[in-house]
């Protein structure tokens, strides 16, 4: 399995980002599987911050419910976490994340920068 993120960037506080985990190697985790999105602060621990559970239901961290949602493209085998109302404790690189057979899988990380 492997996880290509990308979408990352730098934008200013109340604006929007969308980011985009293509997954490859194994078409059935994005149909059915556990991914989703973590995301590392300078000086943090990882963080959840929303996930596909493997009943389809859609987990949110507290801080960015109402301003994130994840969706995805089983045609492109492609999960996307569409960000709004961004502000500077947004600012991490976030992490593509997956889990098959026990085994966790993480995309390469794609830096989100919010000025404010």
Known sequence: VQLQASGGGLVQAGGSL????????????????????????????????AKF????STHYSDFVKGRFTISRDIRKSTVYLEMTGLNSEDTAVYYCYTNKAGVDYWGQGTQVTVSS
Do not use: F, N, T
């Open 18 to 49: 969308r980011l985009s985990c293509a997954a490859s190697g194994s078409r059935s985790i994005v149909v059915r599987g556990v991914m989703g999105w973590y995301r590392q602060a300078p000086g943090k621990q990882r963080e959840l911050v």
């Open 53 to 56: 559970s493997a009943d389809s």
